[in-house]
T-cell receptor, first 116, second 111 residues
Framework: DTGVSQNPRHKITKRGQNVTFRCDPISEHNRLYWYRQTLGQGPEFLTYFQNEAQLEKSRLLSDRFSAERPKGSFSTLEIQRTEQGDSAMYLC??????????????FGSGTRLTVV | SQQGEEDPQALSIQEGENATMNCSYKTSINNLQWYRQNSGRGLVHLILIRSNEREKHSGRLRVTLDTSKKSSSLLITASRAADTASYFCATPPGGYNKLIFGAGTRLAVHP
């Protein structure tokens, strides 16, 4: 287990299509986060899982966005009816239970989405 | 809205010089973290400083935290071209559930 893995690395889709991204966290980490980052900005929080439970969702996560983490392992982020404004880097991160005391987040390399 | 704001937005220096980046935040925090992001890549955790700590070192990195001013600074000493990246501060407002990131400082180190 070498880190957080995200697939695909790049996705180009036509406006109106649905897309799904996958994140495989570090196996010992029970917390998983999704962020969105646009050019020149910092990552914006989207949602957070502890094991299989989705504990928090940002207002940025419209009805077109859904995230799941079945069995508390990998997670998927789906965007339905994509819009050009959805073009961004989607980042996944994971952390162990005692985050904030001794550890930071481990991020994946991200999935860059381009909606044309 | 962003919890943290970095200053400056961009910094250009020569190899061997020191680079200082500042971060201000709005709410009470338990810790503050700094991350680095190379172009088009994910973020890498650099250092975490707890709210009861004032200074922390890690290799060429020195981080300070002033909770009375709600600010932190990241110093990179003897910079190298490989330090060229964006640097973000992040805080977990209200506890440990999520990190909120600033807009970042883009550092360019020229050989």
């Amino acid at each position: 287990d070498t880190g957080v893995s995200q697939n695909p690395r790049h996705k180009i889709t036509k406006r109106g299509q649905n897309v799904t991204f996958r994140c495989d966290p570090i196996s010992e980490h029970n917390r998983l986060y999704w962020y969105r980052q646009t050019l020149g900005q910092g990552p914006e929080f989207l949602t957070y899982f502890q094991n299989e439970a989705q504990l928090e969702k940002s207002r940025l996560l419209s009805d077109r966005f859904s995230a799941e983490r079945p069995k508390g392992s990998f997670s998927t982020l789906e965007i339905q009816r994509t819009e050009q404004g959805d073009s961004a880097m989607y980042l996944c991160a994971s952390s162990p239970p005692d985050v904030g005391t001794s550890y930071g987040y481990t991020f994946g390399s991200g999935t860059r989405l381009t909606v044309v | 809205s962003q919890q943290g704001e970095e200053d400056p937005q961009a910094l250009s220096i020569q190899e061997g010089e020191n680079a200082t980046m500042n971060c201000s935040y709005k709410t009470s925090i338990n810790n503050l973290q700094w991350y680095r992001q190379n172009s088009g890549r994910g973020l890498v955790h650099l250092i975490l400083i707890r709210s009861n700590e004032r200074e922390k070192h890690s290799g060429r990195l020195r981080v300070t935290l002033d909770t009375s001013k709600k600010s932190s600074s990241l110093l990179i000493t003897a910079s190298r071209a490989a330090d060229t990246a964006s640097y973000f501060c992040a805080t977990p407002p209200g506890g440990y559930n999520k990190l909120i990131f600033g807009a970042g400082t883009r550092l360019a180190v020229h050989p």
